[in-house]
């Protein structure tokens, strides 16, 4: 695969040094030389802090800052990452960092994703009104290899000040110190960006991972990388009773060069599902 890419320069739509994760992943598999421009403000396309509101969806996010990249410098292939932190979709009870890892290749005209799904996140926030409980909310969320946000109010953005990136503990103390004394309470989540979070950067290079095997599936026709499922087909018969389940019966690949498509069976290897996941056998 190493021929559709090798010496080829991206550009990687970061200003929080995501390249740390990324780059090292994409010239091993792909000798892509992965290149960060100056002058890029991925700000603009929303920040975890909410001061700025993301606009569409994360996946929307990442093609604008791809396309944001590949306009500033002209190449033709480029990345972009975007994360977002909430609820497990299947375990609610746990928060979860689903990253995304997104190519774009002007000159195939193609764009294949890579997605990682990790309980692994020191992802929160809280409310505190004295020193103590804003260190140990510090030690808990593993300060200062990650770094915290620091505001007076989460609910009113516009008129907190907002203190973002802080890694070391005089400088904690001290805004916490401040925000106390003038506000009578500060608000602390954990900062997201790669930069000062390292379990994150570690789930975005899993994301990276998992576009290296999505590029790695090829077109049986035209031989074009990120031949993957665009569509699944639920109903894979229950190993007991034969009763359709919602697990995954079929795929649709599709090829996003030649336009060549073909269902494919069983695409978890399994032809039949296990009866715990049988609506009749376990209702
Ligand atoms: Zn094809
Ligand atoms: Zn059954």
Known sequence: MQA????????????????????????????IEVVVPLGLN?????????????????????????????????????????????????????????EIVLMR????????IGQALSTTTNYGH??????????????????????????????????????????????????????LKKFGQAYLETDMRAMHNPTRMKVIAEATQNLIHNLSQRCPQCGCPGYTAVEH???LPCALCGFPTDLKLASTHRCQ?????????????QEFADPAQCLYCNP
């Not at 290749?105 to 294949?112: A, S, T, Y």
Request: net charge negative; hydrophobic share 40%; charged share 20%.
């Open 4 to 31: 559709w890419f090798h010496q080829k320069s991206g550009v990687l739509a970061t200003m929080h040094r995501k390249e740390q994760a990324i780059a090292p992943i994409l010239k091993h598999h792909l000798g």
């Open 42 to 98: 991925t700000d603009e396309f929303g920040t975890f802090t909410r001061d700025i509101k993301r606009p569409g969806d994360q996946l929307n996010a990442a093609q604008l800052k791809a396309e944001k990249a590949l306009a500033l410098t002209g190449l033709t292939l480029a990345f972009a990452s975007e994360g977002s932190f909430g609820p497990h979709p299947s375990l609610p009870l746990l928060i979860s960092d689903h």
């Open 105 to 112: 290749d002007r000159d195939q005209g193609i764009e294949v």
């Open 126 to 179: 809280q409310y505190v009104t004295t020193l103590e409980a804003a260190l140990a909310f510090a030690q808990k969320i593993g300060f200062s290899d990650h770094g915290l946000v620091a505001m007076s109010d989460a609910e009113q953005i516009q008129s907190s000040q907002i203190f973002k990136g802080v890694t070391r503990e005089s400088e904690l103390v001290e805004i916490v110190t401040w925000l």
């Open 233 to 235: 087909k639920t109903g």
């Open 257 to 269: 060069k030649c336009d060549f498509s073909q269902l494919m069976y069983f695409p978890n290897g």
